[in-house]
């Protein structure tokens, strides 16, 4: 017997009628600061010391200088969310699956509103590709840890 199986038990704090939604913000807000972190990372590191106009000029160059490290700061997002996400509330597949995906998904929207006038088709295809690629690994890492 747990101590908070008896009658007149102090209420844990994941037992509240607002628990559930405090633990998909907790898990956003995982989420947005590792993409916040990584995307500085990457723009100060890979964009200022690695990417010129030569090397982005190929479609080679611009995947590994652009695309495959946005793949890691989503995925690395994503995991966080995940690992963030309390545990009586990850079992439920749907809310899990919305704490997980919902800052990805949310910051390609805002890039994508943000540039809506200098999108090119590779553009839109391979950030698209790279969201769904960043989203199913970090995912898929989240769970195998999980287990």
Avoid: K
């Avoid at 200022?48 to 495959?68: C, P, V």
């Amino acid at each position: 017997m747990t101590r908070y199986e008896y009658p007149g038990a102090p209420a844990r704090r994941d037992d509240g009628r607002g628990a559930p939604v405090f633990a998909l913000m907790r898990a956003w807000a995982a989420g947005i600061i590792a993409l916040l972190f990584t995307e500085y990372l990457q723009a100060t590191l890979v964009y200022d010391y690695l990417a010129s106009d030569d090397r982005l000029e190929t479609f080679a160059g611009r995947l590994m200088l652009i695309h495959l490290p946005n793949a890691v700061c989503i995925a690395l997002a994503t995991w966080a969310a995940g690992r963030v996400h309390s545990d009586p509330y990850r079992d439920h597949q749907l809310q899990h699956l919305l704490a997980v995906f919902a800052v990805p998904v949310a910051a390609q929207a805002v890039n994508m509103a943000l540039q809506w006038d200098g999108l090119v088709a590779e553009g839109v295809l391979m950030s698209n590709a790279v969201l769904v690629v960043g989203c199913v690994t970090g995912y898929a890492v989240e769970r195998l840890q999980e287990d």
